[in-house]
């Protein structure tokens, strides 16, 4: 069976070229990528270490993945769509960064519940000033590198977009509305007088929440799973990537990159629509 291989860069040198002509193929180009059509059986340790050693993203399309059948993508927000943890930056500005940001790193290890690390954290935040939310919007939060030229690509496709986050919708909104975005989800602090009182309202929208939003949204459009791509980072996105039809690893941690179908490890968001080409 023929596998079509998508790299992800626009150039590549000799010694990369004769590399993976060694290994995998002959890459040719395509749109504004590489690719390689290959018969080879390639496992998924093998395909980690080459791009280990040529320090390249390449990704094995599904053969039953259908990109002009793809309808909706699905993206996690912090250290995916956005280049920080917000609930870490929060807890800068109380400063007990350090404390909050060790059980955040559990978390998306999968070393901890989700739901109780957030409720570990967010209890924490007791007491902060909710202006604090702004200045972390206006002064750190950055979009990753490609997410605007992502997005602008996906619409021009006529696929839709939904942000979902662990974190907060405080967050969430304002991105969706400066990007634009279709749709979007996240847990609300809980705030009175002006101050957080360390809890959310409502049920936690954690790994279960993340999945439903996407069966729920694929109800909405009258689209099934498999015309999803879901993206993520951490251990509470992976059940959601289980139910997509395809599901990426951005800058993720290993145990997520072990389950994805394909990973982004050196490049930026916009190298998504790679697959779409």
């Known amino acids: 069976m023929k596998h079509t291989l998508v790299i992800h860069h626009n150039q590549l040198d000799q010694v990369q070229k004769d590399q993976l002509s060694a290994s995998i193929g002959e890459p040719f180009p395509h749109n504004n990528h590489w690719r390689i059509i290959s018969e080879q059986t390639i496992n998924a340790p093998d395909l980690a270490e080459l791009r280990h050693q040529l320090q390249l993203d390449i990704n094995i399309l599904?053969?039953?993945?259908?990109?002009?059948?793809?309808?909706?993508?699905?993206?996690?927000?912090?250290?995916?769509?956005?280049?920080?943890?917000?609930?870490?930056?929060?807890?800068?500005?109380?400063?007990?960064?350090?404390?909050?940001?060790?059980?955040?790193?559990?978390?998306?290890?999968?070393?901890?519940?989700?739901?109780?690390?957030?409720?570990?954290?967010?209890?924490?935040?007791?007491?902060?000033?909710?202006?604090?939310?702004?200045?972390?919007?206006?002064?750190?939060?950055?979009?990753?590198?490609?997410?605007?030229?992502?997005?602008?690509?996906?619409?021009?496709?006529?696929?839709?977009?939904?942000?979902?986050?662990?974190?907060?919708?405080?967050?969430?909104?304002?991105?969706?509305?400066?990007?634009?975005?279709?749709?979007?989800?996240?847990?609300?602090?809980?705030?009175?007088?002006?101050?957080?009182?360390?809890?959310?309202?409502?049920s936690i929208v954690g790994a279960q929440a993340k999945a439903d939003f996407l069966h729920e949204l694929c109800q909405h459009l009258a689209i099934t799973p498999k015309q999803v791509i879901a993206i993520g980072d951490g251990a509470n996105d992976l059940l959601m990537m289980k139910a997509a039809g395809l599901s990426m690893a951005y800058h993720a941690k290993p145990t997520v990159q072990a389950q994805a179908n394909c990973v982004l490890n050196y490049i930026g968001l916009d190298a998504m629509l790679d697959l779409l080409a």
């Not at 007491?127 to 590198?145: F, I």
């Not at 967050?171 to 400066?178: D, E, G, K, P």
């Not at 809980?190 to 959310?200: D, P, R």
């Open 62 to 202: 599904p053969n039953d993945f259908e990109p002009a059948e793809v309808k909706l993508v699905i993206s996690d927000m912090d250290s995916t769509l956005i280049s920080i943890e917000c609930i870490d930056e929060i807890a800068d500005m109380f400063h007990i960064k350090p404390q909050v940001a060790a059980i955040t790193e559990s978390a998306m290890r999968g070393e901890l519940n989700f739901e109780q690390s957030l409720t570990q954290r967010v209890t924490l935040l007791r007491g902060l000033d909710e202006k604090a939310l702004d200045r972390v919007y206006n002064e750190r939060l950055q979009l990753n590198p490609g997410a605007e030229t992502w997005i602008s690509g996906l619409k021009a496709r006529d696929i839709k977009f939904a942000l979902v986050s662990g974190g907060f919708d405080f967050f969430t909104s304002r991105l969706a509305n400066r990007l634009n975005l279709d749709f979007s989800r996240a847990n609300k602090l809980a705030i009175e007088q002006g101050v957080l009182t360390g809890s959310v309202v409502g």
